[in-house]
């Protein structure tokens, strides 16, 4: 009975370790992103997936704004792409003309709270400051590299969004805010591996 205990040992400890292995490669990102600006910060680094045959793309993203561009602030956000359309001109290029998205963003500070801290009273903000919600939009045209660069692709973007705030602050206020004050817009370069 030892013996079959033991076996049973080594064989779980070679499948757990095997399983580990394919669970640590799931987790190394598909992509890389660099964004300047567009409600991320002034610069923002993050990383992310591509699931479902890379229709769809989730990301996570920290982002900062220095002092001298009106800093110092911190942000992290999250967000969902869903890609509709793409086309392919060639065998290495190809184009999204249109992909839709949805994401969350937490900016870090003592000016910026989740919960109304005592001195405001209750529902003072209808709107957490810390904590935006964003209706999204982004273009991107990309280039497939050559098999075993370790890098499979590089795309530019432009993203544009909006987030709960100033959406509402348009729709409730029609006529005084403009467009270009409630839609945000960023760039991007994204590597694929």
Do not use: C
């Not at 030892?2 to 076996?7: A, P, Q, S, V, Y």
């Not at 900016?107 to 989740?114: A, E, K, S």
């Not at 969004?161 to 817009?185: C, F, H, M, P, Q």
């Amino acid at each position: 009975m030892k013996r079959m205990l033991r076996w049973a040992a080594l064989l779980a400890t070679g499948v757990a370790s095997t399983s580990y292995a394919q669970f640590a490669k799931k987790l190394i990102p598909d992509f890389a992103q660099i964004q300047y600006a567009g409600s991320n910060g002034w610069m923002g680094l993050g990383a992310g997936y591509e699931l479902f045959e890379r229709r769809l793309r989730t990301n996570l993203q920290y982002g900062y704004v220095p002092p001298a561009k009106g800093g110092p602030l911190h942000l992290f956000s999250g967000a969902i792409f869903y890609q509709p359309v793409r086309f392919r001109p060639g065998s290495r290029f190809q184009i999204n003309p249109l992909d839709f998205g949805v994401k969350g963003s937490y900016q870090f500070g003592n000016d910026y709270f989740f919960n109304l801290p005592s001195r405001y009273p209750p529902n003072y903000y209808w709107w957490k400051p810390a904590f935006r919600l964003h209706l999204a939009t982004e273009s991107s045209l990309s280039f497939k590299l050559r098999p075993h660069s370790g890098i499979r692709s590089l795309s530019a973007y432009l993203e544009f969004n909006t987030n709960d705030l100033y959406l509402v602050s348009y729709v409730l206020n029609a006529g005084s805010l403009r467009i270009g004050e409630v839609v945000k817009a960023g760039i991007g370069i994204r590597v694929g591996f």
